[in-house]
Nanobody, 124 residues
Framework: QVQLVESGGGSVQAGDSLRLSCAAS????????FGWFRQAPGKEREFVAV????????YYPDSAKGRFTASRDNAGNTAYLQMSSLKPEDTAVYFC?????????????????WGQGTQVTVSP
């Protein structure tokens, strides 16, 4: 049974940083790419980062470039999303997801497994 468990969310002020974690179990961690998405109330789930399993290559949309950094610890079966210079518009529930694809998977349709999400709230 595959499980993805996010943690690290919280309430911060604009300009602060947060690191989200995604602990994975039940899958061959090194063989999966891990994506990060966010969803604000009333909005669609939005892609923010992905890190490949094959070579730990990363891919970001323009909204995340320079502020968000995806990483992974294969020994610990954990993926991370480091977020800096946070803005109020970054407020959302953040999800990690896993896919066997080893290319920039930037849409929810590419992902097989999802975590339950962790809330990030950024105040002005």
């Amino acid at each position: 049974q595959v499980q993805l468990v996010e943690s690290g969310g919280g309430s911060v002020q604009a300009g602060d940083s947060l690191r989200l974690s995604c602990a994975a179990s039940g899958l061959a961690f090194e063989s999966y790419s891990f994506g990060w998405f966010r969803q604000a109330p009333g909005k669609e789930r939005e892609f923010v980062a992905v890190i490949r399993g094959s070579d730990a290559g990363t891919y970001y949309p323009d909204s995340a470039k320079g502020r968000f950094t995806a990483s992974r610890d294969n020994a610990g079966n954990t993926a991370y999303l480091q977020m800096s210079s946070l803005k109020p518009e970054d407020t959302a529930v953040y999800f990690c997801a896993a896919t066997a694809l080893q290319r920039p998977a930037d849409h929810v349709k590419f992902y097989e497994y999802w975590g339950q999400g962790t809330q990030v709230t950024v105040s002005p």
